[in-house]
């Protein structure tokens, strides 16, 4: 695809061996909204460029589509760039729409592993903050979390197993249900978990949050 001068002249900004993450918001800024230039470098085809893609979409300009047509071209990527990519893309474009935050609300059952990840990272992070009361709709997430849990995309398992944990650490009444899960499944029981950081097992995730909050 040729570029635009404009988005050739970004392009060679991004065009370092390893970009940091800061540098790319830092241009983004400078930018601010552009979604034909953010169009432009999505057709590229290449990380970088998307990363920056991400943040200056106008997500008024976006559509459900749209969404379905990012999460089909991100299989490509490994799973630490799937996550980058799905965090700001997420963050600075589902989350600031409300048009868009009612169509990711239809995806937990999606074919696309990607968009029922966007669906199950959205209710986490509404619980990680702990807001008060809590959404609503806890009791139906943990039906679900407790059919599919065991089995499903990885990808898409780590946002579910968190938002189960953060429904246990703010939602007493449903607290031991969450932990008898955790502890069924053993799932990340194993897992090695840098100093510092919370494990992912949910009987310890829970413990230790809990305890923080008492």
Known sequence: MSLSPKAQEVVSQLETESPKMGDIKKLAKSIKKDTELAWELWGTGEYVPRL??????????????????FAEEMTVLDEKQRH????????HQL????????????????????????????QLRLRWVGKTPPPENS?????????KLGSEDPDVQWAMNGCAGWIGVFEPEL????VQLGESLALYKEEKV??????NYLP???RIEVGKRE
């Open 204 to 206: 310890e995730f829970i």
């Open 194 to 199: 840098p100093k510092n950081c919370t494990p």
């Open 139 to 147: 009791a139906e997430l943990m039906n679900a979390i407790e059919e």
């Open 52 to 69: 920056l893609a991400a943040l200056i979409f106008d997500p008024k300009q976006l559509t459900e589509d749209d969404f379905h047509q």
């Open 175 to 178: 607290r031991e249900r969450c």
């Open 95 to 122: 989350m600031k729409s409300k048009d868009l935050t009612a169509a990711m609300l239809t995806w937990m059952e999606n074919p696309l592993p990607t968009l029922r990840r966007f669906f199950w990272y959205h």
């Open 84 to 91: 980058q990519m799905g965090d700001w893309l997420l963050a």
